[in-house]
């Protein structure tokens, strides 16, 4: 059987990847047995039950039903919050994509489905000459987008869009994720996005102070669960 391999990105950082990705980690285990999330880069860690470990991370396994080692599900830890080929500068670290695919290749021999969460947005560096959309493309996994329902949520959607195609692989869909509760004319927005972006739309996430992975509901498509 075929691992199904799902890549997450986003408009931009801080707009509810790891949220979104959790919420269709869920939805994948009503559908697959061994299912497991991947963040290959996390950059800015917390002290957990005496280790230091990114919070996404730890929001990822918890909603995966594979548990893995920490160098399969996330092979690159690094402290502090930047890009991450500034923060993997700064802890003295080079990170190729070589480095990310070798375990990502270990986790679609072990699991039914995979969903490996990126970093900020599209074209976040890696290193000198790497991004992370170069892992996308190594793995030729389909992208879902999560967009950042915002101010500016337009042009930053649509040319991230652009970039995916051109960068030859398949914007699978979307998630509208409102981060502004007070968005102006945000039906509007919605509107505009669906119109254009040319993808389906997996769900529209309502603005929460503490929303619940478990609890947020995507429509998939069906090849996808």
């Known amino acids: 059987m075929v691992c199904k391999t799902l890549f997450v990105t986003g408009t931009d950082t801080g707009v509810g990847k790891t949220l979104i990705s959790a919420a269709v980690l869920h ?8 299912v497991v999330g991947m963040k290959p880069v996390a950059a800015g860690l917390i ?16 909603a995966s039903s594979l548990p893995v080692p920490a160098e399969l599900d996330n092979p ?8 991450p080929h500034l923060a ?6 080079s990170v190729r994509v070589a480095d990310l695919l070798a375990p990502a290749r270990r986790l679609q021999a072990m699991a039914d ?3 490996v969460e990126g970093a900020g ?8 000459d790497e991004t992370l959309a170069d ?8 992208v879902l987008l999560v967009v ?4 500016g949520c337009l042009n930053h959607a649509l040319l991230t869009a652009e970039a995916i195609r051109r960068d030859g692989l398949m914007l699978a869909g979307w998630v509208a994720n409102r981060i502004d509760r007070d968005m102006a004319c945000f039906d509007e927005n919605l509107a505009t996005l669906q119109s254009r972006l040319q993808a389906p739309l997996w769900g529209v996430v309502p603005w929460c102070d503490q929303p619940d992975p478990a609890r947020i509901a995507l429509e998939l498509p069906k090849d996808f669960q």
């Open 148 to 151: 950042g329902m915002r101010l």
């Open 88 to 93: 993997a500068r700064r802890a003295g670290r």
């Open 27 to 34: 939805h994948l285990g009503r559908h697959h047995a061994r």
């Open 47 to 62: 002290e957990h039950q005496g280790a230091t470990v990114s919070e996404d991370v730890l929001m990822l396994r918890a």
């Open 135 to 142: 892992l996308a493309a190594a793995l030729g996994a389909p």
């Open 121 to 128: 947005g599209w074209r976040v560096p890696l290193n000198d």
């Open 113 to 115: 489905a995979l969903l």
């Open 76 to 83: 690159v830890a690094l402290p502090d919050p930047l890009s």
